[in-house]
Every structure is written in C-alpha cells, then in structure tokens.
C-alpha cells in the first residue's frame, strides 16, 4: 500500500491531499504569510534619522522569509511519513518549497514533479491528484 501525496501550494495556504489505493484525504494549511502589511506608526517608506536613511524593507522580507520557513516546516512534516509527492499550484511558492525539499535529505526522492495548475475545488483537487498518480508508473 503506497501512500501518495499531492501539495497545492499558493502563498495564502496549502492542499495536502493524500491518496491510498482508493481511499482520500484532503487537509488545509494556512500559511500566515503576510504579503501586504503595514507597521504601526510607519507614514513614509523611509525614516530619516540626522543625515542618515533608513528603510523598513529589510525587515519586512526578513519577517516574510521567517514566515515562509515556517510554513514549510509545517507542510516537511506532513510528507515525512509518505512514499511520493507531487507539487503543482499558481505562485512561485511551489518552486521555493521545491527547492526547500531539495535540501532536506529524508524527503528529496520523495518528489516526482511539479507543474503549473491554476485554482481548483476541493473535488479538482483531489481528481488531479488521483488522474495524476493512475497515469505515473512508479
């Protein structure tokens, strides 16, 4: 009994649908990655401190990147106890965390693929996923 999984990944959440034989599960993951933001008090995109120029653009990537790496810990968890994954979705996030399975040894030939998809119900989903590994010979 193979245990399969299908990740569609976007930057607001994650579809974790995992496939045996013929029986489905579909789990959602929030992301909590926060793409547009404000910080309290901030009115310009720069702060000037005597003759000196500061910008708060460093320190919202480094808090989106701290977030981003949260969320693929969360989504390495998940997979650790599967035999293959498949990744597709919209954004560039399906690349990133490709990257980040890459680099982690327990999981990096776990990966079989990862294609360009679009939005999908939950049904789309988990039809992609089925039609996905019924047409692979692994």
């Not at 990537?61 to 989504?75: A, C, G, S």
């Not at 954004?91 to 980040?100: A, G, I, R, V």
């Not at 990966?111 to 590994?133: M, R």
Request: overall charge positive; proline content about 1%.
């Amino acid at each position: 009994m193979r245990k399969n999984i299908g990740i569609w990944i976007d930057t607001k959440q994650a579809f974790i649908i995992k496939v045996t034989n013929n029986n489905h599960s579909i789990k959602k993951i929030e992301s909590n990655i926060e793409t547009r933001e404000r910080v309290p008090g901030e009115s310009k995109k720069y702060g000037r401190f005597g003759g000196q120029y500061m910008t708060f653009e460093k320190n919202k990537l480094n808090r989106r990147n701290i977030q981003t790496k949260k969320f693929f810990k969360q989504l390495l968890k998940e997979i650790i106890n599967c035999d293959n994954v498949v990744l597709f979705g919209p954004s560039k996030m399906k690349k990133l965390f490709k990257k980040e399975i890459k680099s982690n040894m327990l999981v990096k030939d776990k990966l079989i693929g990862v294609y360009k998809s679009e939005l999908l119900t939950e049904n789309q989903l988990i039809a992609w996923v089925k039609d996905f590994y019924n047409k692979t010979t692994l």
